[in-house]
């Protein structure tokens, strides 16, 4: 009896099911408690089209808007209802102008595996001319490196000895402005300064006067052997 029972229990339920599956689509879900059914409430309205009497814009109108008057909404009226849009086909592709403008296009964005391979090629190659253009200077640069360690020592040597000679001077010109005056000088004084232009155009006076001497004796003639 109870299996009488539990077998009509059952039929109820398919019966509901059914009865439910045919006016709604039915999810099922399992939980703890068993299977659940969950039925969907989304009714989409179906897409109806006025086939007998389309809006057909007419683009000799002014109030009719300027987007439906373009290319893209002739396709689409076209894709919609086909000829009774009186739209014609041929219009709907791309001129000559506009198909190689697109080509062209497609062929900078999208290349073709021949043209990506070519391009991959040439920066190799671009990437590895740089490679040994600069593997080259530094050798060159690694060449010149023990000159230019020389040179650089020589002009060391040079500064450092110039220091030497500038702070040797300032020490005599110190020295003979206290030997003058009596007492020492600030280096940044007036006086100082002045003594020190004395002594340059002494020193100038000397110079010349020496080289005059000298070339005298280069150009004195010689004394006639006997």
């Given at each position: 009896?109870?299996?009488?029972?539990?077998?009509?229990?059952t039929?109820?339920?398919?019966?509901?099911?059914?009865?439910?599956?045919l006016?709604?689509?039915?999810?099922?879900i399992?939980?703890?408690?068993?299977?659940?059914?969950q039925?969907?409430?989304?009714?989409?309205?179906p897409?109806?089209?006025?086939?007998?009497?389309?809006?057909?814009?007419?683009?000799?109108?002014?109030?009719?808007?300027?987007?439906?008057k373009?290319?893209?909404?002739?396709r689409?009226l076209?894709?919609?209802?086909?000829?009774?849009?009186?739209?014609?086909?041929?219009?709907?592709?791309?001129?000559?102008?506009?198909?190689?403008?697109?080509?062209a296009?497609?062929?900078?964005?999208?290349?073709?595996?021949?043209?990506?391979?070519?391009?991959?090629a040439?920066?190799?190659?671009?990437?590895?001319?740089?490679?040994?253009?600069?593997e080259?200077l530094?050798?060159?640069?690694m060449?010149?490196?023990?000159?230019?360690?020389?040179?650089?020592?020589?002009?060391?040597?040079?500064?450092?000895?110039?220091?030497?000679?500038?702070?040797?001077?300032?020490?005599?010109?110190?020295a003979?402005?206290?030997?003058?005056f009596?007492?020492?000088?600030?280096?940044?004084?007036?006086?100082?300064?002045?003594?020190?232009?004395?002594?340059?155009?002494?020193?100038?006076?000397?110079?010349?006067?020496?080289?005059s001497?000298?070339?005298?004796?280069?150009?004195?003639p010689?004394?006639?052997r006997?």
């Amino acid at each position: 009896m109870a299996a009488s029972s539990l077998g009509r229990r059952t039929a109820m339920l398919f019966g509901i099911v059914k009865t439910f599956s045919l006016q709604r689509p039915v999810l099922p879900i399992i939980s703890r408690c068993g299977s659940l059914f969950q039925i969907a409430t989304y009714n989409p309205k179906p897409l109806r089209l006025n086939i007998k009497d389309p809006y057909i814009p007419n683009k000799e109108k002014e109030d009719t808007p300027h987007w439906q008057k373009t290319d893209k909404f002739d396709r689409k009226l076209f894709g919609r209802y086909g000829s009774i849009s009186g739209v014609d086909p041929v219009k709907l592709w791309p001129s000559p102008e506009k198909l190689e403008k697109l080509i062209a296009e497609e062929q900078e964005w999208q290349p073709t595996l021949e043209v990506m391979l070519q391009n991959i090629a040439a920066k190799e190659m671009e990437r590895e001319k740089k490679v040994k253009a600069r593997e080259k200077l530094i050798a060159t640069n690694m060449a010149k490196m023990p000159k230019m360690i020389e040179d650089w020592r020589r002009e060391t040597r040079a500064l450092k000895m110039k220091k030497r000679e500038e702070k040797a001077r300032k020490e005599r010109l110190v020295a003979e402005a206290r030997e003058r005056f009596g007492y020492a000088l600030d280096p940044r004084s007036p006086k100082f300064q002045e003594m020190v232009q004395e002594i340059e155009k002494e020193e100038k006076k000397k110079k010349k006067l020496l080289k005059s001497r000298m070339k005298q004796g280069d150009t004195a003639p010689a004394a006639p052997r006997t």
